[in-house]
């Protein structure tokens, strides 16, 4: 879902995109954000920002972001973190990818390659717990999932500083490569 | 000493899997098998659940095949609603062909453009630094351009078709809940350039073109590696015709004998037995009539292409005629050509797609027919994989109280092994030294299997690969991880 067709000129081009199959628990913690931050969006009337979820990343979604000026996607993690981190992606050709999907910095690297940009890409790991087959979140990826939420709508509602804003986090945690 | 090797999972394959190879004192391959850690909880899990949430619930079990998944299961509810297998109104079949076809398409060029094209184009013992998909976004970047503005068709067919790109609901018992709109028509038809039906066709034709002239040089690799004598399984239609979508379930041997004869699916289990052996969680289905040892089969690409009479689309059928003259009209056996079909099949999904956009049904019609109640169905589909059953029956209270699927992986869970011990033993065979080339060789047999394992959780940090050397006592002796590999 577009909804920058009455965006400000100057205004950054954002997308949010969450990734993972929420009929597997925590693994829809990405989507899940989308969908709740989307509506969020439009009550504010927040008009540079899109989003968009789907189970995994592809080889299409080098196209998908070679329009914006910021990413922001989210993924469950089950890395040794508390609630969630962020990190910045960064392009790499590191073949980290399974049959049919690929990472963050994969399809950075891969729009670079191919359309010539590099928009400032951040991954939002959001710890999660279980992921059997099951529909819903557990009730600690939820509360992962909230705090992520504030988080991000902490950074959307001051936009003009949005990349400096992060840039602490990241700083502490890394990069994505 | 012995030495036993693993590699896990593999590469570029989706899910948990992993192949072992057993070494002798000679470094001669000994035994090889390829494991997979399938999920087989899911048949349980739906049990229970009112069956018309269904065509929804069974999305949850794959994130690379979901429409599959998706059709399959709404197939096998339009008989338990009275209104199948051979009732649906025109609209509904042809919506959800057009979905279907959507994802043959996405999915096959995916395949090829992104996983099959590094092999071809820099070789299967090239560099793994240089042997992926960015390599060739640089060194050939409109093919790289091509593979994902094809995939991204694909995709928003299915979208438009589902209703929505995670569990779509476009499908279902009885029908369908949309047709398509006119916009949505008109985009795919004559979209902005390349997103459009004729440019996809073009392109169709230009991957087929590469392969074929590829296999023109390389007649050895794409003939002989992992040749190996098979029987053939799909659905055709009752005609004959290549029908990925609906039909009767057609078997033929090594040799093109057939050994079923146009079956009707709703019977499968009259014709179709499943083993299970101690070192796989993935079952090992077999014809009942050639028994356990004899009765494995081949499903997907090539073997559809084996099965079938012919294909209903003109250019696809003038490549039909090529590839079958290269066999002088006998099955097609050697996995490689694997590509080959699934490429044929690939311009096959464009003009089915054209096909159906201009067909007026798909803006308006009857959407959902429901007749006399039954409390048991199957439903059949040829995922891009190969052959996907679904089976189920409901109780009293329209709960699912029996589920049974089997799906394309797992029908080609013996020619997938045979393959890698082919090529383990062709590769390896005598070798004090296991290379990455070699390593990858038998990973390129699975590969052109296209398998789906089953798993669609990626949760960060949740998939390393890993290949683990062991010697005979167990001991490891050697670790790749993936950091390693590229």
Known sequence: MYYGQNCVDESPKI?????????????????????????????????????????????????????????????????????????RVIPSDKVNYTMHSVSPSFVLHLCNTIYRKVPSTFLLHIKGYAFDLQEGLTDGARKNMEAASDFLKGLLQDQDRLLDNIEPFCSINGFTG | MGQKLTIEPVTRVEGHGKVTIHLDDEHNVVQTRLHIVEFRGFERFIQGRPYWEAPVLVQRLCGICPVSHHLAAAKALDVIVGAGPDNISPTAEKMRRLMHYGQFFQSHSLHFFHLASPDLLFGIDADPARRNVIQVAKDFKELAVQGVMMRKFGQEIIEATAGKKIHGTG???????????????????????????????????????????????????????????????????????????????????????????????????????????????????????????????????????????????PLAQKELEIFRAYTGGKPNNMSMHMHWARLIETLHAAEMIKQLLNDPDILEGELVRKGSKTIEGVGLIEAPRGTLFHHYRINKDDQIEMANLIVSTTNNNTPMNTAVELVAKANMNGHEKITEGMLNAVETAIRAYDPCLSCATHALGKMPLEITLYNAAEEVIDVLRSELRG
């Not at chain 1, 009337?45 to 922001?72: K, P």
């Open chain 1, 15 to 87: 997308l949010l995109y969450g990734y993972g199959n929420p009929g597997r628990k925590d693994d829809g913690l990405g989507p899940v954000l989308v969908d709740e931050i989307e509506q969020w969006i439009i009550r504010q009337g927040i008009r540079n920002v899109s989003v968009d979820s789907n189970y995994q990343l592809n080889i299409e979604d080098a196209y998908t972001i070679q329009d914006y000026d910021i990413i922001l996607f989210m993924d469950a993690s089950i890395e040794d973190i508390d609630e969630y981190i962020i990190t």
């Open chain 2, 171 to 313: 499908a279902i018992p009885g029908g369908i809940n949309k047709c398509l709109t006119i916009e949505e028509k008109m985009r795919f038809l004559i979209g902005k350039d390349p997103l459009n039906i004729d440019q996809m066709i073009t392109w169709a034709q230009g991957a087929l073109e590469l392969f074929k002239d590829y296999h023109k040089k390389n007649k050895d690799l794409i003939d002989n590696f992992a040749r190996f004598p098979s029987s053939h399984l799909s659905l055709v239609r009752k005609d004959g015709a290549l029908d990925i979508y609906h039909g009767v379930i057609r078997a033929v041997d090594a040799d093109g004998k057939r050994i079923l004869h146009d079956v009707d699916y709703q019977d499968y289990l009259d014709y179709i037995a499943e083993e299970v052996k101690s070192w796989s969680y993935m079952k090992f289905p077999y014809l009942r009539a050639l028994g356990r040892q004899e009765g494995w089969y081949t499903v997907g690409p090539l073997a559809r292409l084996n099965t079938c009479d012919f294909i209903p689309t």
